[in-house]
DNA sequence: GTCTATAATTTGATAGAC
DNA sequence: GTCTATCAAATTATAGAC
């Protein structure tokens, strides 16, 4: 594989991940993505066989870059509120660098379970979320937090990062920000929930 | 119209509904919808004339469902602390019962802005937001809870309530739960949602 | 490797019989 | 009001020239 041919793969995959992420499976077109890479329908299939090929890698790739920094960061050995303010700063830092990600993901999670399962096996859980409790429960023990599970903060800390950014038309649209206000209210946000949570979980 | 075309009517709606609902506006297909009602696609045509014209029913209808009755509680004379109980049991218990709800409507909302910021227009946001934004700070005047604005309050119940069902599929998958688990967790998570904010906020 | 042209399929929509 | 049959448009995919 030569250097122009390396070019155009990078830029076909460049649109269809901007196509996909926008427009969803269904929604997607090749002749966009063939427009948008700059070249033809027929260039595509050449480089990626079919639509439903072509998907399939991009979603892998935005699935890891869903979950591929935050898995190291919760393994980590950071202590408890500092690793939670670090993953409040990575979830708000990647959606505000990829707006599309989250809903993609979780969208095309909920309207096509059966392409896409496979991917949850690639993350070792068990390990994650049991170290995370133990770190947890160590702090319960020495009284500096209430009782809760790694599950439910996770959840939690996702909830408020993730959250307005899968509602941001509707919050853009009910508070009457612009684009620029709501992603200045999203890095505010970060002191904002990190506050919210620490206030939650402190005994 | 009688007996008989109301019934044909709604049963177009009701599958209309769940197609669009679960596969989306790019994804739902004429076909289906009539196959669920028990029809062909000539008689869904006949009664709602094209599929844009039958989405946007169905949108300005989920749309409403989404915010009707929360709207009514948010401007109730509740006091706060009961009424943050509400807003979490009325979240919580709708998108039990209407499992594709919050994913329909933001996601089409993000996917085709253009039809529906009409419907925004309906919810008189000011003084929704206005009101409690009052009732918020009479609490902080008497010192019963932390300084917060309206808007991020209600972000944060919104989120915590929300979106566990928006990434259902994910939690799932990653937490090894079926449905019947899923829906035990989302039911403890009333109490769990609820403790948690009102830590949070509590001075 | 990239293009043009076209096939094959899917799907929204309509005509016309009953 | 409901159906069958069919059209027209959109869209994925392939054949074949260069």
Redesign the interface.
Known sequence: MNKKDKDTEQLILQAAQKVFT??????ARMQDIADKAGFNKALVHYYFTSKAKLFELIFEQEFKAFFFDLVGIVSSDLPLFEKIERIIEHDIDKMTKFPGLP?F???E???N?EVI?KQ?KK?P?ENV?GGFQKQINSEIKKGTI?KISS??LL??I???C???F??????K????MDEKAFLAMMQK?KS??L???L???KA
Chains 1, 2 share one sequence.
């Open positions: 926008e427009k969803g499976l269904a929604g809903n993901v979780l969208n999670i909920s309207r379970p399962l949850f993350i859980v979320l209430r599950e439910q959840i939690n996702q909830s408020l993730i959250f307005p899968l509602a941001r038309p509707m919050i649209g009910l508070m009457r946000r904002t929930v506050e919210f949570i206030g939650a979980i």
